[in-house]
């Protein structure tokens, strides 16, 4: 695997969190909904993880959190 954008994989994470906790979701429910363990869900949010996340998971997240894939790449404006 390239590690060459661990910062974007980083605040991609951090970005679902933020709309998770804001949506009052659980990582546990946020994996139900996308089809994934919690523990990939944790691993996908963690800070210091490198698990990158495929286009259509990405989408399917973005569903479940009733936000655009947009806003997921939006890395501004939040107090990550």
């Known amino acids: 695997m390239d590690y060459s954008h661990l910062n974007e994989l980083r605040l991609l994470g951090l970005t679902i969190a933020y709309y998770r906790r804001a ?3 659980t990582q546990a429910e946020l994996a139900e909904a ?3 363990s919690r ?3 944790s691993n996908i949010e963690a800070p210091n993880s490198r698990t990158s996340v495929s286009l259509n998971r990405l989408f399917d997240i973005a569903d479940a959190l009733g936000v655009s894939v947009k806003d997921l790449l939006n890395f501004q404006d ?3």
Do not use: A, F, N, W
């Open 39 to 41: 523990t990939h869900m």
């Open 34 to 36: 996308v089809h994934i």
């Open 23 to 25: 949506r009052g979701m």
């Open 78 to 80: 939040k107090d990550l």
